[in-house]
């Protein structure tokens, strides 16, 4: 019954991330808004819905290493398991902003997480302020970056969806917000179940299970992407993601609800699992004079994380 739960949730989660993406940005042609500041702000708060409800739920209902868990796992599985992955079928070309300011950026949140969950061993309301301050002055240098770079990466952004009408975009957000209600409610309980009937701790399934299943819209796009050749997810967009999970999702969560470290081990080892991997992207990148990730160094990646979800149930 509890993997049903947490099956039926990743489903419901993947639907209603879709329709509330759909619905935000036909809203957001409605409102005449341009369509770089959607692809920047209004697809990446959308696609970053499932993981904030996740994360909610999970703190309101005082499961608060599944709510820290979510987002830890989650960067985690972006970089080795979906950068990976896609680096391991096509190399990925990168961009000169990758290491110039997404990558700074990334790596500075990733830290400020760490020393706000150290010191006081929660995220309170205003160290969650402070990491969604952070997120608006990112958003606000990379509209202005993106207005001066065309070859900007940006989020893909569907031109048909302007027409879509208004009664179509309230049944859409309505179907989004329930999807998500119920999906983030059953994939957060089923998890509970399973770590118990398992004997292992909550944080263990969250950083793996209920992390991969938040990650599996990021890793079907890009392996569909990849396989046809096209241009594979950007690593500014998954960077961006991971920036995201952590300045919006725990930031807004920790303003609504103090989200509490109960399990030591996401302090003295998943977040630095978590800061390891964001880290050793420079010098892989690096590695190669033509700036790109190839296939040892995807190889490299996955490799990696399968250690991570090893070493986090041993």
């Not at 992390?211 to 594979?232: C, F, H, N, Q």
Request: glycine letters at 8%.
């Amino acid at each position: 019954m509890s993997i049903l739960l947490v099956v039926l949730g990743l489903i419901l989660l993947v639907i209603g991330g879709e329709y509330l993406v759909r619905s935000s940005v036909a809203l957001s042609f409605k409102l005449k808004i341009s369509k770089l500041v959607i692809g920047l702000t209004v697809v990446s708060f959308a696609t970053s819905a499932p993981e904030l409800l996740v994360s909610l739920q999970a703190a309101l209902n005082g499961y608060s290493d599944i709510a820290l868990g979510n987002v830890i796992g989650s960067n985690i599985a972006n970089i080795g398991l979906v950068l990976g992955i896609t680096a391991l079928i096509s190399p990925l070309a990168i961009n000169k902003d990758f290491y110039k300011f997404n990558w700074p950026v990334m790596m500075l949140v990733s830290i400020m997480l760490y020393v706000f969950l150290k010191s006081g061993k929660e995220l309170n309301f205003l160290e969650g302020m402070a990491l969604f301050v952070c997120l608006i002055i990112f958003l606000v240098v990379l509209i202005r970056n993106s207005r001066k770079d065309a070859q900007m990466d940006l989020e893909e952004v569907d031109d048909k969806l302007q027409a879509v009408s208004s009664f179509k975009i309230t049944l859409w957000m309505l179907i989004g917000a329930a999807a998500l209600y119920f999906g983030s409610e059953w994939l957060v309980r089923g998890a509970k179940d399973i770590a118990e009937s398992l004997g292992v701790s909550q944080r263990v399934i969250s950083v793996t299970m209920v992390a991969v299943g938040t990650s599996i819209p990021e890793l079907a796009a890009s392996v569909i992407a990849a396989l046809k050749k096209e241009k594979a997810i950007s690593l500014g967009n998954l960077i961006g993601s991971n920036i995201f999970n952590i300045t919006s999702v725990l930031g807004i969560t920790a303003m609504i609800q103090p989200i509490a470290v109960k399990d030591e081990r996401l302090l003295t080892s998943d977040i630095f699992w978590m800061l390891g991997f964001a880290f050793v992207l420079i010098p892989l990148v690096f590695l190669h004079k033509r700036f790109q990730l190839s296939k040892l160094e995807g190889l490299i990646l996955f490799v990696g994380y399968a250690l991570f979800v090893f070493m986090a149930f041993v």
